[in-house]
């Protein structure tokens, strides 16, 4: 279980919150003006990057405010956790950025290696 | 017929006799005998049978990582695969053997061995394929039978439960390692979990003969002096009988504690804790698991490795056969030797597959000394016997064959750390060249390995190694510790797998896996089919895949998967370790979290009432709702619902409407809010009005629906249904958070705060006249969809004209201290009027005459409000509302969407059924063209026919014409499609 940083509460277990998807989506501000195209990348498409993934959460079971965090999803270290009303932080700010997965393994496919892949 | 007690030991009580039965028959054990230290003690060798084979099977080790001597315990609810190195004896405890059929000595299944071609790599994939439709019929149930671990336990109620720990650093293992480690860090004001798998501290001190003495004091007296002071500082605790099982991210642990080790677990008592433990640093000092070596036969009961073999004689105090044969491929077997020369228990040969230079000349010295027979560069061949070993055969460095008349065979394969832990924590493993084994190599998270779990096998390394790899703690560095040893101080180790074997019969079996019943072969065959991959393999050949997760033999797979493949053992790699490290119950895991305690029971302030006349509860999320009421014991679901049915549109019903969602939206901008909520436009609606409102989700499908009360533009109160009131609020609380922060709107939950009655028939207004006597209900005073605030017994009720049935309706909110004297109060008043409590199976009935929708019934996350034919409720010239913008895509105009329709039966007594299609013919002969299905069906008594709401394609345009909708009793009956509404389209009785 991850221990998850609300700003608002401090460090709580996972069980305390619900993920809520990708963070810095945009509702389009004039839906009736974009195409079907642009309106379905905004509902429907998300990105699934191994790597830095901005997300949202909310401290379901807790203060219930939803705020944003920043996970390396192949590691699921969480790097930082922000006010939704906070600017979406750059890569270069992030301290850890460049965590290498347990293994060491390539940049793209899934699992972990027990044994170190030389 | 062998075995002898060694009364030198701490933990066995000798005075203390322990009757339990195996299979029926009675023995005799001492305190603290495990079963199978028990059983060895009676000389009982056979135990089981194997998983596919059913060869029979003796004791293999002497603790977690036994394959074979799986048991059911009869006297604990008959608790299947218990170790019988693990669990221990009490008086009254009953075990029966596993895999057994018809029983133990006389295994009907074992003629698995004779047709164990059939049962090779693969087996489950290939053999049974074909010929089509014999899987079920007859594979399956005969394989079923002979095959599997025990049998299922009876129902039980569980006593475990849960700890929570937070701590700074947590030792796993009480061994040498894990002692000094607490040991050093005591001084510290470091709170440190010690957790051991064991009754007692100690690890190698106890359960073996190496080291006899420590900083010069008997093992025993080390340990208790150092564990009393250690019991005595505040910032130690220690956990006993307990198994850490799984490591999980940011250094969390679950461990499991046994609180009835050799006792029977009463009822009310706690028997198992399920620790849950957080700490900054975790040390594991789990120490190292002895592993096997494949020969032919290597599974005969007889066969125990080397080192628990030791464990019985220095722990249990009983030597298992005082004249074994030894076999090695290392240096490790100089303890046992040692220790059954001090027991004047001369072994009867000691084989080595090491050549004489290299084997240790301490170990020569003493073999010589005492005139055992010794065979260098030699291996075991195999082994023969009818149920058990009686005879060795050693293959020598020249090829030669001796046979051995022996009833036991101790083999040390050498030792492999036990890096399930680290690996679970996302450790990464290195392969020692030197060693032979994987050991940890790099941490992924707050990860200490120490002793021989680290890889360290030299006792003269321990404290050096400890003392580094603690210092960032600022813990008390160890002195050198003086240790005497019954073994080298450094262990070494010669690669051998499997040896090689000569008799070729069908029952010759070389075992790699002894659980899973898989052979060396097996995996050569596998191999040789393409599963070069060391997951693949694991997969097709089972191998490593039992309880046990092949704790004694999966480096040995690797080893001999290395050589066939011709590669190193680290470019093999090893499978992924997956926690639970051993099986762990569920009950464990349940904790209290079962019967009353599996979920919250939520009742309305009007239940007792309800139970009391005559309700049927149903289960609505956790709510208790009536379902129907019972007029007299024995009318039924239908007959009550027919019943009420007919009431309410005659005279008056109320139904309890507590569990509706409620929520309270307050704030300067809650119109705006609610403007982008919902699909109605509440801009113009009058203040202490109501109106029937639709929520999309932004994908524009419908996603709940309820009544909004306008109390004035800035304060709203809205309604949902019953099972979506907490996803309704979570959902207004996403968008009110993070797409519309600038809004000042405020949202609550309200729902347990008041109480809703649904009161509806023709009679309802006389009725609430004499209730409320100063409120005026007519026409011109209370419209349809207005409401008023109202003083009844000096509190405030809510009363909305409003209704679900199609009839004069009212629904009444009011606080739930005085809910149940109104409720009571209606009926007073309401008895000449033909008042009726009705339950959830009639208002649905209702609901469905009048053509509403119940979101979740007829919608299922797919449809729009145009194809459930709702679009008027959509404000036209709003801008913007939540999924406005689906609405306009082009799949959700497509012309050809599954629209809501009504259907009803051309015969009147065809009954529709829920979730039957709706087809063009009247045959069901495959392929049939659907096109949709019946979402809701009732048969009416206001009607006089069965009917239903379905959702079909095109479904608008084909209201007029006919279809078929198929059945369960007869194929497929005729009907005719209609408009989604049954009763009073002209909405005459709604506003009467
Ligand atoms: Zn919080």
Redesign the interface.
Known sequence: ???IECPYCGPREQCEF?N?GEAHVS??SN??E?T?KE??E???FRSNPKGIYFE?W?H?HGC???FNAVRDTS??KILRSYE??NDKPSPADLEDSNLTT??GEPDVGS??????K? | MTAQNNKDVTHIAFHQSINFTFDGVKYRGFKGDTIASALIRNNVRVVGRSFKYHRPRGIYTCGIEEPNALVQILSEHNEPNTRATIKQIYEGLEVESQNCWPSLENDLGSINSLLSPLFSAGFYNKTFMRPRGFWKKVYEPLIRKAAGLGKPPKPFRTTSTQLHHHVDVVIVGGGLSGLLAAKSLAKTELKILIIEQDGFLGGILKNSNKISTIENKDNKLWIKELEKKLEGLENIKILKNTLATTY???N?LIAIEDRTTGTLPLDGNVDQILHKI?ADHIILANGHIERLVSFRNNDLPGIMLAGSFEKFIQRYGVIPETNPVIFSNNSSCLSLIKKLIDLNCKPQAYVDSRSGDKIEPELLKIIHKKNIPLFTNAHIEGCDGKKQVQEISVRDAEGIITKLKSKMLCVSGGFNPDVHLF?QS??????DDEYLT?KP??S?QNTIVLGSNAGIFQYSKIVNDINTKLSFLDHEPLLEIDLTLNDTDKYSIEKLWETKHEKESRWSKSFIDLQNDVTTKDLRQGIQEGFDRIEHLKRFTTNSMGTDQGKISSINALGIVSEILDKKV?EV?????RPPYAPLSFASIAGRGTYDFYDPERKTSIHEWHKKNGAIFEDVGQWKRPWYFKSHPEENLYEAVQREAVHVRKYAGVLDGSTLGKIEIKGSDALEFMNLMYTNNFSKMKPMSARYALMLG??GMVMDDGIISKINDKHFIATTTTGGAAKVL?HM??FA???W?HLNVFLNSITEQFCTFNISGPNTRLIMEKVFKDIKFDNENFPFMTFGNFTYLKSTVRILRASFTGELGYEIYVRPSIALKLWEDLFRFGKDEGLIAYGTETMHLLRAEKGYIIVGQDTDGSVTPHDMDLEWMIGKNK??FIG???LT??DTIRSDRKQLVGIKPIDPNDIIEEGQHIILTSSIKPPVKMLGHVTSSYVSPNLGHSFGMAVIKDGKKLIGSKAYVSSSSKGAFEIEIIKPIFIDEENKRLVS
């Open positions: 279980m991850l221990i619900t809520g509702r389009p839906p009736e974009v079907d309106w379905s905004y509902v429907f949202r909310v379901s219930r405010k939803w590691t699921d939704i009303k347990p293994s699992g972990n290696f027990t044994v170190k030389l | 999980n991210y940011i969390h957080r690996t996302k450790g990464v493993l290195s392969w994987f190599d790099k992924f680290s790699g090893t499978t992924i370790y932004e994908d979570s609380e996403e958070q993070t797409e922060p801008k913007d406005k913008r689906s895509r082009t």
